[in-house]
């Protein structure tokens, strides 16, 4: 076993550093950084002054020099410079990693209660009309791009209410960061409960096959004993193991969903920073995004070990 | 002793058209909502093609006696902000959405079949490479490596084409990885290695040829997600450019303000987005049943 944690930490080292690598270059593939494109907006170009910038931000060097630079200062915890607000990158980033996790947090309670539940419903009557219901809904919320789900709330709201929940200012209890946010975790979330639901049910429905169900069943269990107790045990481990991935990927839909709902968190800021070539931005948040979704991984292989001990790592 | 006909022989080997036509419409009857999924794809597939027949309005000129005009007899699904019929704008966001999404999951899945049967079948280092390789990829969520891909390759169909395509190779060569694994342990590989076949030739003859079912379900599947990234690249102003409608970038033109003003801005397009995946999405589970019993879920 510890064998197997130091192996796959050093393997997550080796990934880490491969993205590193893939996004430094990704970033300077093409001609146009920050001074072309403040240049540009000002209308006019003297060479020197874009020169001198290029100077000032260390752009001018050669590229394996900015990337040993941009790598020993994130190993001494100093991440550099925003190109936009000039402030460090560390002090841009941190403040609005709570709010994206409070977002994705919420997102990934409401599609594990939704989806849970619903997949085993769907598994337990299966082919009936209720079966069918369930399913076409899911198949339906993977269909739906997560920023149209939160514009049609939106709509609705304007609609019903006269008034939209979008984000206006930071909520200061428990409470107020639940009702601010439920709607967008919700819009975010559907997509994720659409999966865990069709996981769920398939792996319901081949658990459901297995003798010792049957067993349980002619000892006279109830009815909602196996279905919960008996089955839903073994057929939730591989549903953990997606609601890790999700919770990893969730980043994409949060993107939209922030943008959307007006949410100033993480994920909206890295496509602003995509946007402006914000290079110490884009670069660190694209490594954190990275070391959480490799550590929810490891977790959930590890959380899967203790789960299930047929599963032995070596 | 009884001998078998030879016409016999023949007869069972190749089936005649009718028994083709007879098992495609076995497939039919047990699998109706794959057909809705179809007819919904073929649906579109003809808005696309057919477009120009389809509208009587050009989707790119302006009328400014047309801005946002509530929906009517002559623009059915009303006018933008420009003026543009929306209902001309969506036909014609087919052909974008098709281009995309066709043209993306079969450049990032040939890629990835290349890959993932170079990383099986030769196996030791170029294996342990293209795994690296493949890792490094799938540790990044798809649209957040499709949009840095777009911002760094500029604003082009072709290259939201290829900003979408990248980002889907490392689940296709997975696939295509684990599939040759299998094969290449087959006895008709190792017969055609005993006849003196080169290894190249087998891998693309035998092997190849043997993944095509999973391939074919796994490219349905990412159809559908490759239309999907396409609208939020375009909804986030990085993927496809003006004048082209792309139905992403109409909801990103419409965003917040028209949802209360003119809200058949914000759900036309995205009930032609969900639209469309859910096609694919029944069509895809649909094939996988019938192509690929083991991957179903």
């Not at chain 1, 950084?33 to 002054?49: T, W």
């Not at chain 1, 009815?223 to 549903?239: D, K, Q, T």
């Not at chain 2, 604003?155 to 939201?160: D, Q, R, V, Y």
């Not at chain 2, 490392?170 to 694994?181: C, E, H, K, Q």
Request: glycine share 8%; aromatic share 8%.
């Amino acid at each position: 076993m510890a064998t197997y944690i130091i192996r796959r930490l050093l393997l997550m080292l080796l990934t880490l550093f491969g993205i590193s690598v893939l996004i430094f270059v990704l970033l300077r593939l093409v001609p146009g950084n920050i001074a072309d494109i403040l240049f540009s907006a000002a209308g006019m170009v003297d060479p020197a002054d874009k020169a001198g910038l290029e100077h000032d931000l260390g752009l001018d060097q050669p590229i394996v020099v900015q990337y040993l630079h941009w790598i020993g200062g994130l190993m001494h915890g100093d991440l550099g410079y925003s190109y936009i607000s000039e402030k460090p990158a560390l002090d841009e980033i941190l403040p609005r990693i709570p709010i994206t996790a409070k977002l994705a947090g919420l997102a990934i309670t409401f599609a594990v209660l939704l989806g849970v539940p619903l997949g085993v419903m769907s598994a337990v009557k299966q082919n009936t009309p209720l079966d069918y219901v369930l399913r076409i809904v899911s198949l339906s919320g993977l269909s739906m791009p997560a920023f149209w789900l939160g514009l049609l709330i939106l709509t609705a709201f304007a609609a019903w209410f006269g008034e939209i929940p979008i984000y206006t200012q930071a909520p200061k209890t428990f409470l107020e960061t639940v009702q601010l946010f439920a709607v967008p975790a919700a819009a975010v979330g559907f997509r994720s409960s659409a999966l865990i639901m069709r996981l769920t049910r398939s792996s319901m429905l081949e658990v459901l096959r297995q003798d010792y169900i049957r067993t349980a069943r002619a000892k006279g269990a109830p009815e909602r004993s196996v279905n919960y107790h008996h089955a839903l045990r073994n057929a939730i481990l591989p549903v953990i193991t997606l609601i890790g991935v999700e919770a990893g990927f969730l980043m994409g839909g949060l993107i939209v969903t922030e943008t959307v709902f007006n949410i100033p968190g993480v994920a909206r800021f890295l496509v602003e920073a995509i946007k402006w070539r914000d290079y110490p931005i884009v670069q660190n948040l694209v490594m954190f995004v990275a070391v959480v979704a490799l550590s929810i991984n490891f977790i959930v292989d590890l959380l899967y070990a203790a789960l299930d001990p047929r599963i032995k790592y070596a | 002793m009884t001998t078998l006909d030879d016409n016999e022989i023949i007869a069972t080997a190749v089936p005649p058209a009718e028994s083709l036509w007879r098992h495609l419409r076995y497939h039919i009857a047990r699998h109706p909502l794959g057909v809705v999924g179809a007819a919904i794809m073929a649906v579109f597939v003809f808005a696309a093609v057919f477009a120009d027949l389809l509208t009587r309005y050009d989707p790119t000129s302006t009328n400014a006696a047309l801005s946002l005009a509530h929906p009517s007899a002559a623009h059915i699904l009303g006018g933008d902000f420009l003026g543009r019929d929306v209902y001309s704008r969506i036909v014609f966001g087919a052909r974008i959405s098709l281009a995309v999404g066709l043209g993306s999951a079969l450049l990032g899945c040939a890629i990835g079949t290349a890959l993932g049967l170079a990383s099986g079948y030769v196996g030791g280092w170029t294996d342990l490479v293209i795994q690296r390789l493949v890792e490094i990829m799938q540790a990044l969520p798809v649209l957040i490596l499709a949009l840095i891909m777009a911002a760094a390759l500029g604003a082009s169909l072709e290259n939201t084409i290829l900003a979408i395509a990248i980002p889907l190779v490392p689940y296709s060569a997975r696939v295509i990885r684990s599939n040759t694994l299998a094969l290449r342990e087959m006895p008709y590989v190792e017969a055609a290695r005993a006849v003196g076949m080169s290894e190249t030739r087998i891998a693309l003859r035998h092997v190849l040829p043997n993944t095509l079912a999973p391939l074919i379900v796994l490219a349905t599947a990412q159809l559908g997600s490759a239309i999907l990234t396409e609208s939020s690249l375009s909804f986030l102003g990085l993927g496809i450019p003006e004048p082209h409608p792309s139905w992403g970038r109409m909801l990103s033109e419409s965003a917040a303000e028209y949802v209360r003003t003119a809200p058949w801005l914000v759900i036309f397009p995205g009930v032609a987005i969900s639209l469309a995946v859910f096609g694919t999405n029944l069509l895809g589970d649909a094939l996988r049943d019938i192509l690929d019993p083991r991957l179903r879920h």
